[in-house]
């Protein structure tokens, strides 16, 4: 089956800084990439998603990348403000197949903790 | 907000027991998943039901079950509880109408923290 690595667990930043973070996937057929974010006491809310069928997407201070052949996929960061502090989390979309249309999975990576300082 | 509701919000209860746990999906999403989330183990799939019918089974023990009702909310039943299986329990919907091939967006709710003592 699919396995998402993420890294960094942990990483902290000053106000203004990018930060970046980084998964690799291991299955080819994986085609969907979402980030999620996740604030304490709350469920994750997704942020930025790319298909497999583009390099790269931006919104506003956060972008997505995406390199097929080499199986990785980074989150992207500007200006980083306090608001930002928060768990991230990767994850990649596999299709199961199935009768009656797809079914589709998400594997997750381990989460990254990004802490933005003032 | 996502427009995904669950209840309840903590959940507390002792080995042994069976506890169910409520979803309401957005408006107009077929689809739910079932997530649990672990310290050890981070965001595991449980199990996808779309319009009423089981789509997918990830990692769901054998004391776990789901159903989705015709009104498409869904419960998550737990049974003869163990220590372990303390941990925040999500779901996510979706519009999943079956066509195409690229996911499509799962929208979580804030989840349901389960306590077991």
């Known amino acids: 089956g699919e396995n998402v690595e993420q890294h960094p667990s942990t990483l902290s930043v000053q106000e203004g800084d990018s930060a970046v973070i980084k998964c690799t996937y291991s299955d080819s057929a994986s085609n969907y990439f979402p980030w999620y974010k996740q604030e304490l006491g709350k469920g994750p809310q997704l942020i930025i998603d790319i298909r497999s069928n583009v390099g790269e997407k931006k919104d506003q201070r956060i972008a997505v990348t995406l390199n097929k052949t080499a199986k990785h996929f980074s989150l992207h960061i500007t200006e980083t403000q306090p608001e930002d502090s928060a768990v991230y989390f990767c994850a990649a979309s596999t299709s199961l197949g199935g009768s009656g249309g797809s079914n589709y999975k998400l594997t997750f990576g381990k989460g990254t903790l990004l802490t933005v300082n003032p | 907000d996502s427009g995904v509701t669950q209840t309840p919000k903590h959940l507390i209860t002792a080995t042994g027991q069976r506890v169910t746990l409520r979803c309401s999906p957005r408006s107009g999403d077929l689809s739910v998943y079932w997530y649990q989330q672990s310290l050890d183990q981070g965001l595991q799939f449980l199990i996808h039901?779309?319009?009423?019918?089981?789509?997918a089974k990830g990692n769901i023990l054998e004391r776990f079950s789901a159903q989705q009702f015709p009104d498409l909310h869904s419960e998550l039943n737990l049974s003869s509880l163990e220590l372990g299986d303390s941990a925040l329990y999500f779901c996510?919907?979706?519009?999943?109408?079956?066509?195409?091939?690229?996911?499509?967006?799962?929208?979580f709710g804030p989840g349901t923290r389960l306590l077991v003592l």
């Open positions: 039901y779309y319009n009423g019918e089981e789509r």
């Open positions: 996510a919907s979706s519009s999943h109408r079956g066509v195409g091939m690229y996911q499509e967006t799962q929208y």
